[in-house]
């Protein structure tokens, strides 16, 4: 089953950290941009960072830059997403969803929240 | 960066209705622009990619049109699985993506 599947999520005071996972099945990862994108409770789509089929090429949106690192095992078909110094507003549901349709998110996992809370 | 924007925010509307959401791009994206549906609880799903091909699996009744920087979804005769909220996006540079800030269609 083609599928992408998020864990790591929780609750975490300000300024820790946290990986965020991204299990891949039915498909072949390594052919594939891959990306986080995170949601605010009641908010819209925020896109968050995007990795090149074999990592060589990162991006990020301003705010998460510094703090936030997207990476990939293509042995293992994971995706991470490691969040260091977490602030309140990066509390959201964070989705990992691949880059298929001449970079258009054809796939969607079922997210995983994080909230950043004392 | 590239800012996107919707119009309108909300929508009330009936089955059978022809709806029409706007989005606008702060520069040209070409054609590099998606629409995606999202119900409460849910991931979003593709609906349309390249601001006029329809993501397989996607009923006939979703369109999209536009380039440069205005673009339409539209959704031809609206159907009770239809309720839900509509983005766009705009992918032109893998070095920054962004999303509009949502329409939401909700009964009239």
């Known amino acids: 089953e083609v599928q992408l599947v998020e864990s790591g999520g929780g609750l975490v005071q300000p300024g820790a950290s946290l990986r965020l996972s991204c299990a891949v099945s039915?498909?072949?990862?390594?052919?594939?941009?891959m990306s986080w994108v995170r949601q605010a409770p009641g908010e819209g789509l925020e896109w968050v960072a995007n990795?090149?089929?074999?990592?060589?090429?990162?991006f990020y949106m301003d705010s998460v830059k510094g703090r936030f690192t997207i990476s990939r095992d293509n042995a293992e078909n994971s995706l991470y997403l490691q969040m260091s110094s977490l602030r309140a507003e990066d509390t959201a549901f964070y989705y990992c969803?691949?880059?298929?349709?001449?970079?258009?998110?054809?796939?969607w996992g079922q997210g995983t929240m994080v909230t950043v809370s004392s | 960066d590239i800012q996107m924007t919707q119009s309108p925010s909300t929508l009330s509307a009936s089955v059978g209705d022809r709806v029409i959401i706007t989005c606008r791009a702060s520069?040209?994206?070409?054609?590099?622009l998606a629409w995606y549906q999202q119900k409460p609880g849910k991931a979003p799903k593709l609906l349309i990619y390249?601001?006029?091909s329809l993501e397989s699996g996607v009923p006939a009744r979703f369109s999209g049109s536009g380039s440069g920087t205005e673009f339409t979804l539209t959704i031809s005769s609206l159907q009770p699985d239809d309720f839900a909220t509509y983005y766009c996006?705009?992918?032109?540079?893998?070095?920054?993506?962004?999303f509009g800030p949502g329409t939401k269609v909700d009964i009239k």
């Open positions: 969803a691949r880059g298929g349709k001449l970079g258009a998110f054809d796939l």
């Open positions: 039915g498909f072949s990862f390594d052919s594939y941009w």
């Open positions: 990795i090149k089929q074999d990592g060589s090429e990162k």
């Open positions: 520069q040209s994206i070409s054609s590099w």
């Open positions: 390249k601001a006029s």
């Open positions: 996006q705009q992918y032109k540079s893998y070095s920054t993506f962004s």
